[in-house]
């Protein structure tokens, strides 16, 4: 399913965090807000869809390679993003 919606655009405002964190927001019949870490040796992460491990953190990391492979970078945003609210 994650690869299914990056292919088909459902990630949106795919930003880094002050922290090197991903976040974004990811469309499957609403917006959910995503945020996925690297934390002491493990991928983790949370989605407003509560799910562990969810598609939509797995749509957020193949649109992040997606950017790397075409040397995008990603703009930072700060802590007051309404985001880090939802989540």
């Not at 964190?21 to 019949?29: G, K, M, Q």
């Not at 939509?56 to 802590?79: F, Q, R, W």
């Amino acid at each position: 399913q994650g690869r299914l919606q990056q292919k088909s655009g459902a990630v949106r405002q795919l930003n880094k965090t002050e922290t090197g964190a991903l976040i974004a927001w990811v469309n499957d019949e609403e917006d959910f807000a995503t945020l996925v870490e690297y934390y002491e040796g493990d991928l983790c992460g949370q989605c407003t869809c509560q799910a562990d491990g969810c598609e939509h953190m797995v749509a957020v990391l193949l649109e992040y390679i997606a950017n790397l492979k075409c040397n995008i970078d990603l703009p930072v945003t700060g802590s007051k993003d309404p985001r880090f609210f939802l989540l």
